[in-house]
């Protein structure tokens, strides 16, 4: 995608490692750059693999300590789905996924939020509604092709 924008998503996540008092080691800079590159909800094991070159010394447990300080301060999201190891998803901001049932890959897929289903959710039922969740599946462009 655009180059720029990812620099400048890094330069804000960083900042605010800095101002959750979170060391920034060059391996959390690294997996933190992954993140915000990577379009593919990667697993820590991606990760893990894609940064192993470049920091022999690294664990898969540091890749998780990584994620998992991440998570506590909101920069991502971890995605469970069923029995499939954890997903991460840097983009914090709203969106929904699409679902590709052959391979796994989790698109990324903007649309208003469906504020009123929760209002309706809440006025049927009498909840009072904290979030929704919504998934969309199907076949990947790639997966199409191959079949
Ligand atoms: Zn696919
Ligand atoms: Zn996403």
């Known amino acids: 995608m655009h180059e720029h924008n990812h620099e400048h998503e890094l330069h804000e996540a960083v900042d605010r490692l800095k101002e959750s008092g979170v060391r920034i080691t060059p391996q959390r800079h690294a997996v933190l750059e992954y993140l915000?590159?990577?379009e593919i909800h990667p697993t820590?094991?991606?990760?893990?693999?894609?940064?192993?070159?470049?920091?022999?010394?690294?664990?898969?447990?540091?890749v998780y300590n990584n994620l998992r300080v991440f998570r506590e301060i909101g920069l991502v999201k971890e995605l469970t789905y069923g029995d499939a190891s954890?997903?991460?998803?840097?983009?914090?901001s709203k969106h929904y996924?699409?679902?590709?049932?052959?391979?796994?890959?989790?698109?990324?897929?903007?649309?208003?939020?469906?504020?009123?289903?929760?209002?309706?959710a809440e006025k049927v039922t009498g909840f009072e509604?904290?979030?929704?969740?919504?998934?969309?599946?199907g076949t990947c462009p790639d997966c199409k092709t191959t079949h």
């Not at 954890?86 to 914090?92: E, G, Q, V, W």
């Not at 996924?97 to 309706?120: M, N, Q, R």
């Open 44 to 62: 820590a094991d991606d990760i893990y693999k894609a940064l192993e070159g470049k920091f022999p010394n690294m664990s898969v447990a540091t």
């Open 36 to 38: 915000i590159n990577a």
């Open 129 to 137: 509604v904290s979030h929704h969740r919504m998934e969309i599946y």
């Open 86 to 92: 954890s997903r991460f998803d840097y983009n914090t």
């Open 97 to 120: 996924h699409v679902i590709c049932e052959s391979c796994g890959k989790i698109v990324d897929f903007h649309y208003p939020t469906l504020d009123e289903v929760e209002a309706l």
